[in-house]
């Protein structure tokens, strides 16, 4: 089935800093992959996607990137603030089938003031 | 609007009791997840809902979890003859079907003793 990696587990940055996330999907067929951040205690929450016909997005300090020829897309986060310290994890599906979510292990981001 | 919400937000049970969890999607939402989350771990996909039926019901663990969901809203997680290894938070999300954005409930924490 499908199968998410995601690297690295933890990232320590200092604010302002770059923060650079990575994930690989093992399905082809996969078309969707947002990224969710969740804060402790909190529910996951969308913070960016991205669709296959796409190769970049950004929005604001946050943008992601799909090389659907490797299977890898990744979150990058510019001029880091501590409130962006949180768990991040990415996912994928495949939409228009059950639109599930295979999601990464996650990454826990500290942005250090 | 509303958000998604779930109830109970903390249950705690005895080893072998039975337990049923509550997810109420957002209003007009047709497509019901749910997932289950264990300590420092990534979202594990259980069920997808479509309407009242459940085309996939490839992540559900064993035989004594279930799930149903009436009238195209609310849903209901059942696990039976509860173990320790079903502790973890079991969160849901609805989207507009398949092409869309899940959102996600604040999740309900079990504890199996």
């Known amino acids: 089935g499908e199968n998410v990696e995601q690297h690295p587990s933890t990232l320590s940055v200092q604010e302002g800093d770059s923060a650079v996330i990575k994930c690989t999907y093992s399905d082809s067929a996969s078309n969707y992959f947002p990224w969710y951040k969740q804060e402790l205690g909190k529910r996951p929450q969308l913070i960016i996607d991205?669709?296959?016909?796409?190769g970049e997005k950004k929005d604001q300090r946050i943008a992601v990137t799909l090389n659907k020829t490797a299977k890898h897309f990744s979150l990058h986060i510019t001029e880091t603030q501590p409130e962006d310290s949180a768990v991040y994890f990415c996912a994928a599906s495949i939409q228009g089938n059950t639109g599930k979510l295979i999601f990464g292990q996650g990454t826990t981001l500290q942005v250090k003031p | 609007g509303a958000g998604v919400s779930q109830s109970p937000s903390n249950k705690v049970t005895e080893k072998g009791k039975d337990v049923e969890l509550r997810c109420d999607p957002i209003?007009?939402?047709?497509?019901l997840y749910w997932y289950r989350q264990s300590l420092g771990q990534g979202l594990e996909f259980l069920i997808y809902?479509?309407?009242?039926?459940?085309?996939?019901k490839s992540g559900l663990p064993s035989d004594r979890f279930s799930a149903e969901r009436t009238g195209g809203s609310v849903s209901t997680l059942t696990i039976q003859r509860t173990q320790q290894e079903d502790s973890a938070v079991y969160l849901c999300a609805s989207s507009y079907g398949g092409y869309n954005e899940q959102f996600f409930g604040p999740g309900t924490r079990l504890t199996v003793l």
């Open positions: 991205i669709r296959s016909n796409v």
């Open positions: 209003s007009g939402h047709t497509a």
């Open positions: 809902f479509q309407g009242n039926s459940a085309p996939d």
